[in-house]
């Protein structure tokens, strides 16, 4: 571990400035992604369902899940909480995931917006359906606070 890595944690600045984040370090707080999984979902998943419809539930869940984060920052014991809180078997994050894939459908993911179906064409990125991960690495060249970093390619 590069020793500004921890170092930079006693400097109060970069503590309030991520302040989420270092909670989260310490385990004091939730990260989001862990919360959309809490939050279910009403309707069906399937591909007949139009897109507006799961942009309406979608607005639906940020609602709860804005709900959850609050009552999960105002706990002594978040983890716990969040333990022993239900996990359902469809949750907002499975909706996230079927609105990206409906996105493929007609990519606009960046400000390329090629608006081609990615299951069988490419846009500027050429990237099909299917993107692969090649290599995943901890990248310790960034930022003091952001070090170790979970990398892609
Ligand atoms: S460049 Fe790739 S990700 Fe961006 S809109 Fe085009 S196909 Fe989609």
Request: overall charge neutral.
């Given at each position: 571990m590069r020793p500004d890595a921890e170092q930079v944690w006693k400097n109060d600045e970069i503590r309030s400035r991520f302040n989420r984040y270092?909670?989260?370090?310490?385990?004091?707080?939730i990260?989001?992604?862990?919360?959309?999984?809490?939050?279910?979902?009403?309707?069906?998943?399937?591909?007949?369902?139009?897109?507006?419809?799961?942009w309406s539930e979608h607005q639906r869940a940020r609602g709860k899940f804005n709900k959850l984060l609050q009552e999960l920052d105002a706990q002594q014991d978040p983890q716990k909480y969040y333990q022993k809180s239900d996990t359902p078997k469809v949750s907002f994050l499975d909706l996230k995931i079927e609105i990206a894939n409906r996105i493929l459908q007609n990519c606009h993911?960046?400000?390329?917006?090629?608006?081609?179906?990615?299951?069988?064409?490419?846009?500027?990125?050429?990237?099909?359906?299917?993107?692969?991960?090649?290599?995943?690495?901890?990248?310790?060249?960034?930022?003091?606070?952001l070090i170790p970093s979970g990398t892609k390619n």
């Open positions: 270092f909670s989260i370090i310490k385990k004091e707080k990260a989001r992604y862990l919360i959309t999984k809490k939050i279910p979902i009403t309707i069906e998943l399937d591909e007949s369902i139009p897109i507006e419809k799961l993911f960046c400000e390329r917006e090629c608006n081609i179906n990615r299951e069988n064409e490419k846009g500027t990125c050429r990237l099909g359906k299917d993107a692969y991960v090649s290599s995943w690495f901890h990248h310790m060249g960034e930022e003091a606070p």
